[in-house]
């Protein structure tokens, strides 16, 4: 038993880098030049072709991409940007960076994203911007947010660290919102271990982002370490220093060529998810929506219908147990005790939000993942599953839906 089980350990995440990501990181290396150069400007130029956008300007996170997009907006302090509780800290924390305030909209009924009708009902005079978050690769409702930005005058800066290879209504993710915001951090569908991209239509924008990505220096300080260059600079802007080295950019390059592959393979795996997992009572599966590509960075899965307390977490416990990697996706921001101190957010605040992340479990999804362990991962679960199924509230109890905070 114990064997079977060490034997059968399947990790949450594995990157997909194998010897091209090593030889192009290796002919940087030895070609004297290791920081932002010109393997970050092919890199821009591939992905903004790969997102129909007009500029990409890379940076070193998708975290300092959102923040900067939201600075190329003139967010600041006094303004509120409107987004989704349900999302990871970076998407929060990059608003209080810029001094604005943070106003959360729930999500969907059922769903994972936010819902168009509730940022409808946060917009103030004080609304200075829009960041939806493409939830697992699942895109958001773009044309209702795009209409409400358009209808208030204000801004759209898509957190789409889960998006890249995500359509919408035929057209990718990266040509929508005012500015997009990819990840390239070491568990997304394309990574450079470290990284990130902004794309924008607006050419003024993106010279912006550019030049506060690398102190706010003048446009030709980009140069001023080539032949061409002078040893003269000014600072423009307060800037930072986020921008991309090339030993990262060369890595994103070879990930781009493998890209349509390593989502196909995605696409199978969650095809075996579905099938493996179809039927189960109270199980609920992700979908893809009509008129949408879906870009399965994250399989969720959620617990529905009536099920004891906290059977999300044993269940993830038994995962681990297995030898099963899981993780949850995830703890919405209003949770957690800094926002609660700062902005008098707190439980109860966003239900549905909190009905999602109570019952949601991600499953391993990358392109090294093996179809018998897929299919290992559902027997699993459908076991475990069946043995809580028969579990029935006592007449006349009401379970609180507790949250842990
Ligand atoms: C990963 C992630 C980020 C941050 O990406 P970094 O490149 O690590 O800065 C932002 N938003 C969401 C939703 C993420 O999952």
């Given at each position: 038993m114990a064997d079977s089980r060490l034997k059968r350990r399947i990790p949450y995440h594995l990157p997909s880098i194998g010897a091209d990501e090593v030889a192009a990181?290796?002919?940087?290396?030895?070609?004297?030049?290791?920081?932002?150069?010109?393997?970050?400007?092919?890199?821009?130029?591939e992905v903004a072709a790969l997102t129909m956008a007009k500029y990409a300007v890379a940076v070193n996170s998708c975290?300092?991409?959102?923040?900067?997009?939201?600075?190329?907006?003139?967010?600041?302090?006094?303004?509120?940007?409107?987004?989704?509780?349900?999302?990871?800290?970076?998407?929060?924390?990059?608003?209080?960076?810029?001094?604005?305030?943070?106003?959360?909209?729930?999500?969907?009924?059922?769903?994972?994203?936010?819902?168009?009708?509730?940022?409808?009902?946060?917009?103030?005079?004080?609304?200075?911007?829009?960041?939806?978050?493409?939830?697992?690769g699942d895109p958001c409702n773009m044309s209702e947010i795009m209409r409400l930005a358009r209808s208030h005058r204000i801004g759209v800066v898509e957190d789409a660290a889960h998006a890249i290879g995500t359509w919408y209504e035929g057209r990718p993710v990266g040509s929508i919102g005012t500015l997009t915001v990819f990840s390239f951090y070491a568990t997304k569908n394309l990574t450079t271990g470290e990284g990130g991209m902004v794309t924008t239509d607006s050419e003024t924008t993106a010279d912006l982002m550019r030049q506060l990505s690398l102190h706010g220096l003048s446009r030709d300080a980009w140069t001023r370490y080539s032949a061409k260059g002078s040893w003269r600079y000014e600072i423009c802007e307060l800037g930072y220093k986020y921008n991309l080295s090339d030993i990262q950019a060369a890595i994103g390059l070879v990930q781009l060529r493998k890209f349509e592959a390593m989502q196909e393979r995605r696409r199978r795996l969650v095809?075996?998810?579905?099938?493996?997992?179809?039927?189960?009572?109270d199980l609920?599966?992700?979908?893809?929506?009509?008129?949408?590509?879906?870009?399965?960075?994250?399989?969720?899965?959620?617990?529905?219908?009536?099920?004891?307390?906290?059977?999300?977490?044993?269940?993830?416990?038994?995962l681990k147990d297995a030898g099963i990697g899981v993780s949850v996706h995830f703890i919405p921001l209003h949770l957690h005790r800094y926002y609660q101190q700062a902005f008098s957010y707190g439980p109860g605040d966003f239900p549905e939000a909190e009905r999602q992340y109570r019952s949601a479990i991600s499953l391993p999804l990358y392109p090294t993942l093996k179809l018998e362990e897929v299919a290992h991962?559902?027997?699993?679960?459908?076991r475990q599953l069946h043995r809580t199924a028969r579990y029935r509230p006592k007449r006349g109890m009401v379970y609180h839906d507790q949250a842990h905070f």
């Open positions: 990181v290796k002919e940087v290396l030895r070609s004297g030049w290791l920081t932002t150069g010109s393997k970050a400007a092919q890199f821009e130029k975290t300092s991409g959102l923040h900067l997009a939201l600075l190329a907006l003139g967010v600041g302090p006094g303004d509120e940007v409107i987004t989704t509780p349900y999302t990871f800290s970076a998407t929060g924390e990059t608003i209080v960076h810029t001094g604005a305030r943070p106003v959360f909209a729930d999500v969907e009924r059922g769903g994972f994203n936010i819902d168009p009708g509730k940022i409808a009902a946060a917009i103030t005079a004080k609304t200075k911007a829009i960041v939806p978050v493409h939830m697992a095809e075996a998810y579905h099938e493996g997992l179809a039927g189960i009572p609920i599966l992700p979908e893809e929506r009509p008129g949408t590509r879906h870009a399965w960075h994250l399989y969720i899965i959620r617990l529905g219908g009536e099920r004891p307390p906290n059977q999300r977490d044993d269940l993830i416990e038994e991962i559902c027997s699993i679960l459908r």
